[in-house]
């Protein structure tokens, strides 16, 4: 499985943007980068995904190194409720290999 | 959208019992998947159903087992408890295919004494 490195943890203040890195030197150039949040003791959720090109919605903003081999997970004006465990996933688009390979994930701390 | 539901949400057990934890997917979906997630650690992949037969099986032994019915709800069965299974049980749920998200229950929380 390609794998993904994050800072461990970072901190930001509130109402400021954040710059999630996550570098994945090994992606193939199937693999779709996903990113995750897990709030404390909650089921992971879905922020946002890309292949190739930058993509918004309306949690975030993903940008796509031109090599591929890094991204950023943008937070444009972090609030209280974006503190959470963040992690940067490869997703193949291989049939029957499906699974989301979790690392430790990069811990946010949003300082008031 | 109706999300992903899981039951219960706690559960103790003993060791060497055999639980049953349940699962509802997200309407429209056509996948189920299931993690176990330790405190303090990421979660790790036990098993994927698609169209009701197992797709992709993470590194879990066979006491590990499942079921996703024809309305694409879904079981975790362990069997033969241990201590080492204490964990939030995930399920979720998607799309095949690697250009969509998956939505993930809130977990079931096992104990085992």
């Known amino acids: 499985d390609a794998k993904t490195t994050q800072p461990n943890s970072m901190e930001s203040n509130e109402e400021e943007p954040v710059h999630l890195p996550c570098n994945h030197s090994?992606?193939?150039?199937?693999?779709?980068i996903h990113w995750y949040r897990q709030l404390p003791s909650q089921g992971p959720e879905y922020v946002i995904h890309?292949?190739?090109s930058n993509v918004n919605n309306r949690m975030a903003s993903l940008a796509i190194a031109e090599d591929r081999k890094s991204s950023t997970l943008i937070l444009h004006r972090a609030t209280l409720r974006d503190a959470a465990v963040y992690y940067c996933?490869?997703?193949?688009?291989?049939?029957?290999?499906?699974?989301?390979?979790f690392g430790t994930g990069t811990r946010l701390t949003i300082i008031p | 959208e109706t999300g992903v539901t899981q039951s219960p949400t706690h559960l103790i057990k003993t060791r060497g019992q055999q639980v049953t934890l349940r699962c509802s997917s997200q309407?429209?979906?056509?996948?189920v998947s299931w993690y176990q997630q330790a405190l303090g650690q990421g979660p790790q992949f036990i098993f994927q159903?698609?169209?009701?037969?197992?797709?992709g099986r993470g590194n879990f032994p066979p006491r590990f087992s499942g079921l996703q019915f024809p309305n694409y709800s879904s079981e975790l069965n362990v069997n033969a408890l241990e201590l080492d299974d204490s964990a939030l049980y995930l399920c979720?749920?998607?799309?095949?295919?690697?250009?969509?998200?998956?939505?993930f229950g809130s977990g079931t929380r096992l104990t085992v004494v």
């Open positions: 996933i490869l997703r193949d688009v291989d049939f029957g290999n499906e699974k989301l390979t």
């Open positions: 979720a749920s998607s799309l095949v295919g690697a250009d969509y998200g998956y939505t």
């Open positions: 090994t992606i193939s150039g199937t693999d779709y």
């Open positions: 890309g292949l190739t």
């Open positions: 309407s429209g979906h056509n996948t």
């Open positions: 159903y698609y169209r009701e037969e197992e797709n």
